[in-house]
Structure formats: C-alpha cells, structure tokens
C-alpha cells in the first residue's frame, strides 16, 4: 500500500502534508491530511488523533481550520484527517448535501446505488490505519474524535472497536442518527429499512451495550443551530447514565455549530486525548 | 455611519462577527470581520490590530485560518479584518488574480477606470477606524499587521502615519512593490507611470525617509515561493539598515507563504503589539 504525496508545509516546526492513494476498500482513489510533529530523534513515533469531519466536508476543513496543530505538536501527537466518502466520477452521488460525496456516515452501505463504493467504516476502522502506520513514523496508539457527522463517526467506532482506541471525543456529535433526520435518511440510504443495522451505528444504542469503558468526552455549544433537531447529546447522556458510562459531556453557552467552536476547544480535547495516548 | 451585522458566532469566549456598511471612500458596500474578546467589565474598551491581507483573499481567510482569536482573547486584543478592495457589479475588474477586485493594493488609485472606487489607502487610514471606533468598544490605540499584498499595505500605512499605530508588523510582505511583477502592474494601473508616486507606497523607499521610529516586525518563511521574485526581504532589510530604523526581521527556515505559516507565528505578533498596544 502507497501513498503519494500531494501537498507539505510546514507547521508549528511540523509538516502538514495531503496524500493520495488507491483504496481497495473503497474502490477509488482517496486523499487525506496528515499532521507530524517535527521528530526530536530519528526513529520517534508518535501516536494518533484520527479526526473524522463532518458533512460536505473533506480533509482540508480541519486542517486548515481547527488551529490543532499547536497543540498536537506541543504534545508530540500526530493527527489523520480523511476525506467524509468516497469520491470520483464513478462514485454514485446524490444533489442534496446530506447524502452521497462529502456524507459517507461513516458506515458499509448494503444498498444500491451506494454499495460498492461507500464502505467508510471499513476504510476508517482498518485500510486507513494500516496505510498510516506502514508509511508514517507513527505508534499503533491511537484515538479518534470528529465533528457533527465526524463526532457520530468516532464514537460509534471506537463503542465498536473495543481496544483499538486509548480515547474517544467529538464536537457537536449527531448522538442520535436513528432518531434525526440527517440519520434517518442516510441509513435508510446506505443500510436499508432493517432497523436492527440501524442500531449498529447509533453512539445512544451502542453506548448501552459497550462492553469496554473508553474515556469518552463530548463538547457542546448551546447556541448549535442543530442542537434540538439533529445532534440529540440528551439522549446520549441519559443512555450513558442509565449503562453507568462515564461519558463526560460539556455544554457551552453561546457557541455554535462551526469550527469557531472546535477552535475554541481543540486543545481540551487534544489534552484529553494526550493523557491516554501518551500514558506509559 | 453605521454597520449591520452579517453573522456573528462565538470564538473563545469572544465574538467573531462580520458586518456590511455603505463606504462613502469606496463608493460601494464593503465587508469586515471584527474580533472583540470577552468584556471583563462593561464600559471595557479595547486596542485594536488591523490586519490586511493578501491578493484574493476578503475578510474571513484570517478569520478562519490564522488562529489569532486565541492570543487575541488572552491578551485583550480586537482584531479588524478588512476586505482588499471595493467590491461589487458596478466597481472595475480585471480577469487577472493581481489586479481588480481582490487586489487593491492600500493605494488611492488616480487611473482610469479605478479612480472612483479604488480608495484603499484612505479607507484604511481614515473611514474603517473611524467607523469601528464610533460603533465597537475599542479604544484609539491601533496596531497594524498583514499578509503579502497585506503586508506591503500594513508597512506602507505605518510608515505614512507618524502616530496612528503603535506598531507595525507584516508576514511575508512585498517588501519593495516598485521592482517586483506584483506591484509594477498594479502601481502602473492604478497609479500611473510616474514612479515618484510609486515611492509613496513602497515600504523600502518610505523606511528611507521615516521620521517616526515605530516597531516593526517581519516574518519571512525562506521556503516561500515568491520570496525571490516578489518580496524581497533583503531590499527592506539593508532600507532599514541604511537608515538606522530597528527593523526585526526573521527568516524562517523551511516555512512557506501559507497560512500555516501565519497560524504558527501569529502568536509571537500578538504578543509583539501586545507590548506596546497594552502599555500604560
């Protein structure tokens, strides 16, 4: 599996790089961002934040937006942003922003026209990390967090993958897919009528039935315009609680749904992060 | 003269808002960003940076991109963010990135067919401020700062107006407009052919001939890739000498003319005006 680079520059004494490669996963070719510390010896690995973007987004929203890269290199953590769904002229896609290119859900379609190509979980759970730390001076640590679409992503991901992660987080996380428009008509899309698959990518269902307790961390803005009608962190708090998951989740007043917010409180969660990913 | 908010979100415990207001310098609508930290106390005011950026670039690139509201907040700074020309269906445009729309230079353009709306020298010295020191709570301590095109335009307006700024600082600025492709063609559109009146905005002549001496900051990445033919660092840099003006002005390996480049460095500027935007 190789990777070709696309873009580099510097940042904080790192590099900050975008890279191509073929996805046998997904069946085309893919692009994502890669943030590196700048090494203080040679052979020095360092552990992963993969960051999962939310809808109409790619690669580049994060990177350029989030300012993580002070901290991460102040930290010494390494962070992989991929690209939101497959991608290309072959790629099957639909008009509306919230379904096809730019909003995989991070899931294995099952259904036409989106099978054969939108398979995010699998990309992102195994091809991606693989490909990262065959190629990288990166550890096998890693955590993961996201963004609205990205934040559903994370934790439904890490809920499902017991010991792949030191840490989970997300910013504005849709907590609720199977109870929300946005969830309702992707998974309906991409997974069927059965609602039993539906359940397998819910963070509130999965919460409930996780059998390992990962340090889990949600931020919240009060003012999210999306608050009430998509993201649903009520439903996920009370289905934490009620599974005795120490999830920690914060509301804060005023804040929104943009990278106004993640900038705000990219380094809490990369702190967060950091005291997993680096503990000996 | 007054302003309507366009959008406003919240950005570490400050407001990031963007405005529209009817320019009576520009003859159009224009655009600003503004930054205002957290108000410890109710009639606080605070000094203000004025950033100007860079050929295509409009108010929300630094916005969005540089990282600054963090030090901003911190430190109890606003940030101004200005657009780089007049705008609009009925103002002169060109198909070119380097001229027109997008690429106004800081000048008051004297050629036809820029005359009438081309004024950026006098809306960013005289109408902006007055306009956000009569509706925003800021003091009249201004600091000044930008990027390329926005550098030269930040260089040029300090070293024109003893007293107006406390300080100047520029990231990757063209140093020296007169002997570059950049400002040959956008002096001789809107300026004309005679080279006397290009001397009033070049930032190497004026360093030559300034009474007042203010600090000023540069910062240069040597893997930039108009360092050479565009913003000739060291035509400043031996100005500066010749004149015995305290010119700081670092090179920075490996960084390019991105705004990566900004982001990392944008803290070490805040707190370069900080020290003298804050002093009593």
């Given amino acids: 599996m190789s990777v070709e680079l696309v873009s580099k520059t510097q940042s904080f004494d790192g590099s900050q790089c975008q890279y191509r ?63 939101t769904s497959p991608r290309g002229d072959d790629v099957a896609d639909d008009e509306s922003y919230d379904l096809g290119q730019g909003a995989g859900f991070y899931v294995n379609a099952t259904q036409a026209p989106w099978k054969p190509h939108y398979r995010m979980y699998d990309y992102i759970v195994e091809e991606l990390p693989k490909l990262v730390e065959g190629n990288f001076p990166v550890s096998e640590r890693r955590a993961i967090s996201g963004h609205s679409m990205g934040g559903h992503g994370a934790l439904t991901i890490a809920l499902k993958n017991p010991g792949r992660y030191t840490s989970v987080s997300a910013f504005s996380p849709i907590c609720n897919p199977m109870a929300c428009p946005w969830g309702e008509k992707a998974f309906a899309a991409y997974l069927g009528a059965d609602k039993t698959l539906w359940e397998e990518h819910d963070a509130t269902v999965l919460v409930g039935r996780a059998s390992e307790r990962l340090p889990m961390l949600v931020s919240q803005g009060e003012e999210d315009q999306f608050l009430e009608e998509q993201l649903k962190p009520n439903a996920l708090e009370a289905a934490a609680e009620a599974a005795g998951y120490p999830l920690k989740i914060e509301h804060h007043a005023g804040y929104d749904h943009s990278y106004y917010f993640i900038a705000t409180f990219i380094e809490q969660h990369l702190r967060f992060h950091g005291d997993y990913l680096l503990a000996h």
């Fill in 21 to 83: 490669h073929q996805s046998s996963v997904l069946g085309c070719e893919m692009r994502f961002s890669i943030f590196l510390p700048s090494q203080a010896e040679k052979d020095q690995r360092f552990p992963v934040l993969y960051w999962l973007s939310g809808l109409t987004c790619t690669d580049e929203n994060f990177s350029q937006k989030a300012g993580a890269q002070r901290m991460a290199a102040e930290l010494g953590i390494a962070l992989v942003i991929p690209d």
